[in-house]
């Protein structure tokens, strides 16, 4: 693609007052297709978003690569990337269509790293089960962004920086995943007690979140025990990451949900103030 063909693109897209940024703690795909707390907030969550996107980028935790993929395909499928649920959450569908052209402006505008544009990739589950509730018509495009999985939090962190420009466009840009989820431990229980360790860590991000303390959440291996209880391997702590780069300073947070599910995974939502 030319430079002036990408020029022309970026005109078609109405610069708007700025997107807020948000994350989803996403957890069970359940939650797809369960009406409970977590959905209807979803639900409110899209609501309250005064404009309609032009388009939502989800950076989810469960698309990771070997290098940076961003999704060119004008007609995303559906993924179930899951195994042993029941089969009605494998009949649901989520057509919305792809936004390519933004896609491609996305690559563009990453210049620290080479962008792959990926036409295979679909809509997994961290980002469906989350958008069938926020937005049910399934109609803005959708695309996604991977997470190179072989790189270090900072880098994901300065990445997720380059990106800024897309909320000015209208584009909505989701980090999907948890905070803690610890997979080991989870309890498969309706009641399950949260464990101590994943509240106080839960509470610890919230703390810093509201303090802005970004840097310590980014090195998050130098958070104690509890850090490591909650977050075993970085593939749902990642998508945090790129939401916090993708913050500008000053830029107040506001948490739109928190609650343990299954005993070791935190469901805490947040996004910057709209």
Avoid at 4 to 33: A, C, Q, W
Avoid at 121 to 126: K, P, T, V
Avoid at 184 to 196: E, H, I, L, T, W
């Amino acid at each position: 693609m030319h430079l002036n063909e990408l020029k022309n693109i970026s005109r078609d897209y109405k610069t708007t007052n700025e997107m807020p940024v948000m994350f989803i703690g996403h957890g069970n795909p359940m939650n797809g297709i369960s009406d409970n707390a977590f959905t209807k907030a979803l639900g409110n969550m899209g609501k309250a978003i005064p404009q309609k996107p032009s388009a939502i980028l989800v950076i989810s935790a469960h698309w990771l690569t070997k290098g940076t993929h961003v999704l060119v395909s004008p007609h995303p499928t559906t993924i179930h990337d899951f195994g042993g649920f029941p089969e009605p959450l494998y009949q649901v569908q989520y057509p919305a269509p792809g936004a390519p052209e933004l896609a491609r402006e996305t690559k563009n505008l990453i210049t620290s790293v080479n962008v792959v544009e990926d036409h295979e990739w679909g809509l997994d589950h961290g980002a469906w089960t989350v958008l069938r509730h926020m937005y049910p018509k399934a109609d803005i495009p959708v695309y996604q962004l991977s997470i190179d999985y072989y790189q270090k939090p900072e880098y994901h962190f300065k990445l997720a920086a380059e990106l800024k420009e897309l909320r000015k466009k209208g584009v909505l840009i989701m980090g999907s995943g948890n905070i803690v989820h610890n997979l080991r431990q989870v309890s498969f229980s309706d009641n399950a007690k949260p464990y101590d360790w994943a509240i106080s860590f839960d509470e610890t991000v919230k703390k810093k979140l509201s303090e802005g303390a970004f840097q310590d959440l980014i090195n998050y291996h130098e958070l104690g025990q509890e850090a490591m209880l909650s977050i075993p391997t970085n593939d749902h702590y990642l998508p945090m990451i790129y939401t916090l780069g993708l913050i500008n300073k000053n830029e107040v947070i506001q948490f739109t949900y928190e609650e343990i599910q299954n005993g070791s995974i935190s469901m805490r939502c947040f996004q910057t103030a709209i």
